[in-house]
């Protein structure tokens, strides 16, 4: 029987802590560094970073359309394609996006495999608003 492939991921958690012990920044590492990328990517308005202006996710350009489904399904379209061209790591298995009129803004939701990993399903919930 052959042994599955395993892959280990890492990355600087953005609260640029230092780790108590070796005074090194501290990192995320494996399912968790992959969330963090993906919130960064979609939150990243595309032409933001210098010499990539493809890259990002371009979601607070919908925070100024109607908070409807009709917008919650342009947002989940935009997500698959912006995870699709530029996070080869994981597999999708579901995006959501729904609109919350209490709040405001959009509730959305992501579940996507690791690719590589004998890792479960990961899990990435987040509340779309605009920010005052």
Known sequence: MAKALTQSF???????????VTD???????AAAIKQAILTLL??????????PDLGGGLRSFLFEPLD???AALITSNIRETLMRHEPRIRILSI???PNFDE???EI???????????????????????R
């Open 104 to 106: 405001n803004g959009f």
């Open 10 to 20: 890492k990355d600087l958690n953005l609260s640029f802590k230092k780790h108590p």
């Open 24 to 30: 090194d920044l501290v990192v995320t590492k494996d």
């Open 69 to 71: 489904f009709a917008t």
């Open 96 to 98: 959501g996006a729904e």
């Open 43 to 52: 939150l990243t308005d595309r032409g933001e970073r210098p010499f990539n």
């Open 109 to 131: 939701a992501l579940t996507f495999d690791i690719i590589g990993t004998e890792l479960p399903n990961v899990s990435v919930d987040f509340f779309l608003t605009r920010t």
